[in-house]
């Protein structure tokens, strides 16, 4: 459904080429309001290049894009007052200190009283009393992640957020994010890595090469993913286990047959079963594995 | 509240509360624009002050350096004009030389044909390749550009702060000149030396304009200054050698350098449509910067 009340963001074909080199072609989205929405893909995947199209910072080659409710137009104000960016190369002012920058962002922003910089960056941790310049990459980052959250956007386009963020802060930013989507926002998040989104996202989208190669929620990527199923015999394991539904690759070592199923087990265990199987040993679905094995599938 | 929440769209934020913890006031609408204007250029100069301060004390010591001379210069002074009177009549035009040994004169030739012109191009170069150019370079114009803010008035912003930087770097020439002159006896009227002041700002912000032109057109520092500086080389030129060439003598109108400054402003104030001029060619360029900016992809890191 198209309606603006439940679409926060939706873009139709959009595309950028530099010269002929593709950016991103084609790219159909749709991301619902309070949604946490993954947009996935390695790098030079066309992850940054989309979401700079958005914020209106690169010209579309060719089609559009609408953001809450605005279709996407390139230079105006237009709806970036209601959005909370934060730059994938990040680069800020650095003789500022952390202080002067956030004051002078809210200046430009209008309406974020400094106790909303100071209490978010207090929860990260950040020292604003430093000079950007001096600050560590990660530190940078918060700055970051602080003046995108400050003036409680609708929506939060985040290109690669967690990159240089220790694991205690990322807890904390996943705080951030759920109590803004809590509070109505919705978020649009780039990673190239798919365990840093998928305790957030309820779902993700994976660009590869510049296309878009699928989307569905983190709980259908996992029951896609494949899992690994290691069946012991008795002697030399069945030669015909990578018939049963579902085995993706049989590989045998000595009397233990490593096999990879996509989907239920069911079949392959009982043809193991039929083979007098001695042991089962089964290992949960790697949604790294899946996102790779889309990525992978899609460049061939 | 959760349930009440559920059944809001999106658009609907809840409304300011003291219990600020607890609710994200609506998304305040940005400031005005002449705000946002004030609030870049006033970041701007706070960026170049220490560049700024540099340039103020360089003027300043140059200005004080000629007149500390100027007593000597003036007691050999019909030496000095026996001599000159040999030059070739191209050197003696293209150098102000006519009057070189009178006060107002001396610091024609010495200060304002060429030195503080020169200076004042640099100080607005500077700001230019630095303003959106520079940002784009070190990536600050993502963050910037992200903000409810329009690209003309980033640039509004900018170019204010140059104006505002090359008038506090002649202002510090001007008034080490007339605070000095009378202590080494040098005759020059004040208006005389605001009005060829106010001309050699002119002349500095006029290449300063084409560098905002070409730094929005290309994002490029090196573009912004190595073209700015080209012209302002060619333009000098065109000012000096045209005395000197029958041919070339018609285009000597074309260079900037002549607008400001072959109506000797210091030795006969101000003329204004050479101040229109300037100011007319300043604000066409800045437009095509406005225009070129918004149009054009801002370069990623
Ligand atoms: N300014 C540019 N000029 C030319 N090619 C670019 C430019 N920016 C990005 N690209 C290319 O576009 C593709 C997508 O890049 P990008 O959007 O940065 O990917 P990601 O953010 O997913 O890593 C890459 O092949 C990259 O080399
Ligand atoms: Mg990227």
Known sequence: MDDDRTTALRTRGLTKFYGDQRGIEDLDLQVRTEEVYGFLGPNGAGKTTTIRMLLGLIRSTRGDASILGEPLRFGPVGVRADIGYLPGDLALYERMTGEQLLAYVARLRGGVPPSRYRSLSERLALDLSRRVGDLSRGNRQKVGVVQAFMHWPRLLVLDEPTSGLDPLVQKEFQSLVREAVDFGATVFLSSHVLTEVEQLADRVAIVNDGRLVVVDTVDGLRERATKRVELDFPGTPPADLGSAAGVRSVEVRGVTAVCTVAGPVGSLLALAVAHDVVDVHTHDPDLEDAFLGYVAGASR | ?301
């Open chain 2, 1 to 301: 509240m959760n349930i009440v929440q559920t059944h809001e769209h999106l658009g609907a934020h809840r409304a300011p509360e003291d219990d600020a913890a607890q609710t994200a006031p609506s998304p305040a609408s940005p400031p005005s624009g002449p705000a946002q204007v004030a609030t870049i250029a006033s970041h701007t100069l706070r960026e170049r002050w220490r560049s700024l301060l540099v340039w103020s004390l360089g003027l300043v010591g140059i200005s004080a350096i000629e007149l500390a001379v100027y007593p000597s210069i003036q007691a050999t002074g019909q030496g000095w004009q026996a001599m000159l009177e040999q030059w070739p009549d191209a050197l003696k035009e293209a150098f102000r030389l006519d009057a070189y040994t009178s006060g107002a004169g001396f610091l024609n030739t010495e200060l304002f044909s060429m030195m503080f012109p020169i200076m004042l191009i640099a100080v607005a170069l500077g700001a230019a390749a630095a303003a959106t150019a520079g940002e784009e370079e070190r990536g600050t114009a993502d963050l910037l550009l992200s903000l409810p803010v329009v690209r003309g008035h980033v640039l509004t912003g900018k170019a204010i702060a140059m104006v505002l930087g090359v008038v506090v770097v002649m202002a510090a020439g001007a008034v080490t000149i007339v605070v000095g002159a009378p202590l080494v006896d040098l005759d020059v009227g004040v208006v005389e030396v605001v009005a060829a002041s106010v001309m050699t700002a002119l002349l500095g912000l006029l290449f300063g304009c084409v560098g905002l032109l070409l730094g929005a057109l290309t994002g490029k520092r090196a573009a912004a200054l190595g073209g700015g500086i080209g012209l302002a080389i060619a333009a000098f030129l065109l000012q000096v050698l045209a005395p000197m060439a029958d041919w070339l003598e018609p285009w000597q109108k074309v260079s900037p350098f002549s607008w400001a400054l072959s109506a000797d402003p210091l030795l006969n104030g101000v003329d204004w449509g050479d101040v229109g001029l300037l100011v007319a060619v300043c604000a066409l360029l800045l437009a095509a910067a406005a225009l070129v900016y918004h149009r054009r992809d801002i370069a990623g890191r």
